[in-house]
């Protein structure tokens, strides 16, 4: 059997008993195997998974299963999976075995899933390009047909690159991710899948380990629009264990997909037109534009003034809260600990030699904005700017139900590049932090190729807790964009 199935074509055909779970679940493991190369699993958990798809094929056996009911998944990373070991990349968790499950992982066993491992990221989910991970970086499963970057290795995007490179890959039928400033959109469209981030609170945060707290949103991938919003259904909700998950019922998302766009009006801000942004985006962003109008919607252009602050902005606020939130790895409650002659000395040498530099350089720089004497110039400051970005779309709404974006200002680059420049790894996330901030729905919707033959995304973003209207304007951009490219199958 091969993995090209959709997840919506995959439930069909166990529905119908066609294909069993098992047969399913083997398949995915016999592609992880062959793709070892893309290094996108860092925990494999091959015996769980055969004994959670033999659970599913007992249920579907008796007429019985939930929404996902065998199929199988990655779950990134950075999710607490009881008795699994979980990494969130870093060598400061090593040996860490948590004992409980997070939330969101909990509700996708719940309705059946099954699960293959657990993906490699970005430590502690910091970065775009997946190249931070202490288990080494995540290969993008496309290459470059011609350009600078022909025959290198291409980063999947990040964090959650592991998560993003699997789908692509046809390791998995959909996997897990979090977005933080962008972590789901970015590598979605690096990878040429389909990444939705929900609104802040709509999935629980519980059993996710913390990167910035006001920021961290845990969301899905899959290959198509409609898969998307079957995870996503099935990872939200209201948790009393996160006293920030919104108790507003989850609508059936994947129900009205096929509304189509008809008297949408399609935001398009000016401001997010870039200097240096490659053709090929700009005129992708004008052909989603026009794909939407013919679709019947109603193109409106929007401005979001706050926009060119929303960068520095965050890297403010997400170190800030990074630095506050990493506090706990001290060598005395979780993972690595490094000893040495007195307490003090075990906490600098345990978090010297467990974080690696980028995970370093924002915790310098959240104590450092946090600090007497420069809390007021920069986190307050940062504060009252993010407050201004959630207006600016507040406003942005009045006159439009949805944004139309580029997901991100370039295609998939090599592995390497652009790791010893921060600002221009930073630079990734100018479109996708901005929504991040103000809490909002985003998609990212494969739709189309760069000039040397790399996916690109166009993003689509929403009203608070309005992924229904995001989801099925992106279905509409996905039917009329057609995308069938895909990656090479490895040999
Ligand atoms: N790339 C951004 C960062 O490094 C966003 C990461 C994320 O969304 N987790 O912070």
Same mark, same amino acid.
């Given at each position: 059997?091969?993995?090209?199935? #959709?997840?919506? @074509?995959?439930?069909? !055909?166990?529905a /119908?008993?066609k294909?069993?779970?098992?047969?399913?679940?083997?398949? $995915?493991?016999?592609?992880?195997?062959?793709?070892?190369?893309?290094?996108? %699993?860092?925990?494999?958990? +091959?015996?769980?998974?055969?004994?959670?798809?033999? &659970?599913?094929?007992?249920r579907l056996?008796?007429?019985?299963?939930?929404?996902?009911?065998?199929?199988?998944?990655?779950?990134?990373?950075?999710?607490?999976? @009881?008795?699994?070991?979980?990494?969130a990349?870093?060598?400061?968790?090593?040996?860490?075995?948590?004992?409980?499950?997070?939330?969101?992982s909990? =509700?996708?066993? /719940?309705a059946?899933a099954?699960?293959?491992?657990? &993906?490699n990221?970005?430590?502690?989910?910091?970065?775009?390009?997946?190249? #931070?991970?202490?288990?080494?970086p995540?290969?993008?499963?496309w290459?470059?047909k011609?350009?600078?970057?022909?025959?290198?290795?291409?980063?999947?995007?990040?964090?959650?690159?592991?998560?993003a490179s699997?789908?692509?890959?046809?390791?998995?039928?959909?996997?897990t991710?979090?977005?933080?400033?962008?972590?789901i959109? @970015?590598?979605?469209?690096?990878?040429?899948?389909?990444g939705i981030?929900?609104?802040?609170?709509?999935?629980?945060?519980?059993?996710?380990?913390?990167?910035?707290?006001?920021?961290d @949103?845990?969301?899905?991938?899959?290959?198509?629009?409609?898969?998307?919003?079957?995870?996503?259904?099935?990872?939200?909700? $209201?948790?009393? =264990?996160?006293? #920030?998950?919104a108790?507003?019922?989850?609508?059936?998302?994947?129900?009205?997909?096929?509304g189509?766009?008809?008297?949408?009006?399609?935001?398009?801000?000016?401001? *997010?037109?870039?200097?240096?942004?490659?053709? !090929?985006?700009?005129?992708?962003?004008?052909?989603?534009?026009?794909?939407?109008?013919?679709?019947?919607?109603?193109?409106?252009?929007?401005?979001?003034?706050? #926009?060119?602050?929303?960068?520095?902005?965050y890297?403010i606020?997400?170190?800030?809260?990074?630095?506050?939130?990493?506090?706990? *790895?001290?060598?005395?409650?979780?993972?690595?600990?490094?000893p040495?002659?007195?307490?003090?000395?075990?906490?600098? !040498?345990?978090?010297?030699?467990?974080?690696?530099?980028?995970v370093?350089?924002?915790?310098?720089?959240?104590?450092?904005?946090?600090s +007497?004497?420069?809390y007021?110039a920069? *986190?307050?400051?940062?504060?009252?700017?993010?407050?201004r970005?959630?207006?600016?779309?507040?406003?942005?709404y009045?006159?439009?139900?949805?944004?139309?974006?580029?997901?991100?200002?370039?295609?998939?680059?090599?592995i390497?590049?652009?790791?010893?420049?921060p600002?221009?790894?930073?630079?990734?996330?100018? %479109?996708?932090?901005?929504?991040?901030?103000?809490?909002?729905?985003?998609?990212?919707?494969p739709?189309?190729?760069?000039? $040397?033959?790399?996916?690109?995304?166009?993003?689509?973003?929403?009203?608070?807790?309005?992924?229904?209207?995001?989801?099925?304007?992106?279905?509409?951009?996905?039917?009329a964009a057609?995308?069938?490219?895909?990656?090479?199958?490895?040999?």
């Open positions: 059997m091969t993995t090209e199935m #959709t997840l919506t @074509q995959a439930r069909a !055909a166990l /119908q008993r294909i069993s779970a098992r047969e399913l679940t083997t398949a $995915h493991l016999a592609a992880i195997e062959n793709a070892k190369v893309l290094n996108a %699993f860092i925990t494999l958990t +091959a015996e769980r998974a055969l004994a959670m798809a033999d &659970a599913s094929d007992a056996k008796r007429g019985e299963g939930g929404l996902l009911e065998g199929a199988p998944l990655a779950i990134k990373d950075l999710f607490c999976t @009881q008795g699994v070991r979980t990494t990349g870093s060598k400061i968790l090593d040996g860490f075995t948590p004992p409980y499950e997070s939330t969101v909990a =509700k996708l066993w /719940q059946g099954v699960m293959l491992g657990k &993906a990221l970005d430590e502690f989910a910091m970065g775009s390009s997946n190249m #931070t991970s202490a288990y080494g995540v290969i993008n499963p290459k470059a011609s350009g600078p970057a022909k025959g290198r290795d291409l980063v999947p995007g990040g964090s959650s690159g592991g998560s699997a789908v692509a890959a046809r390791l998995a039928l959909g996997a991710g979090t977005d933080t400033g962008g972590s959109r @970015q590598p979605a469209a690096f990878c040429g899948i389909t981030k929900p609104t802040y609170g709509r999935c629980s945060r519980w059993g996710i380990v913390a990167f910035a707290s006001s920021l @949103q845990a969301g899905a991938f899959a290959r198509t629009v409609e898969d998307t919003a079957l995870l996503l259904r099935a990872m939200a909700g $209201h948790d009393p =264990k996160d006293s #920030t998950s108790a507003i019922p989850v609508p059936d998302y994947a129900a009205g997909l096929n189509g766009v008809k008297g949408l009006r399609v935001g398009i801000p000016k401001e *997010y037109r870039v200097d240096g942004m490659p053709e !090929a985006i700009d005129k992708l962003w004008v052909k989603g534009a026009e794909w939407l109008k013919a679709g019947g919607a109603e193109i409106v252009e929007v401005s979001l003034p706050h #926009t060119k602050y929303a960068l520095p902005c890297y606020v997400a170190p800030a809260e990074a630095s506050s939130n990493l506090a706990r *790895y001290d060598g005395v409650r979780f993972g690595l600990r490094v040495a002659d007195d307490l003090i000395g075990q906490y600098e !040498a345990t978090r010297a030699a467990g974080f690696g530099r980028e370093k350089r924002r915790i310098l720089i959240g104590t450092y904005v946090l +007497a004497g420069y007021d920069y *986190y307050l400051q940062a504060q009252k700017v993010r407050a970005i959630a207006e600016d779309f507040t406003k942005a009045e006159r439009c139900d949805v944004i139309l974006t580029p997901t991100a200002p370039s295609a998939a680059f090599a390497g590049d652009q790791l010893d420049d600002i221009a790894m930073y630079l990734n996330d100018v %479109f996708t932090v901005p929504a991040s901030l103000a809490g909002l729905p985003g998609i990212s919707v739709a189309g190729l760069d000039a $040397h033959g790399l996916p690109l995304g166009l993003q689509l973003l929403g009203r608070a807790f309005d992924e229904t209207t995001v989801l099925r304007a992106a279905k509409a951009l996905e039917d057609a995308f069938t490219h895909r990656p090479e199958p490895l040999p």
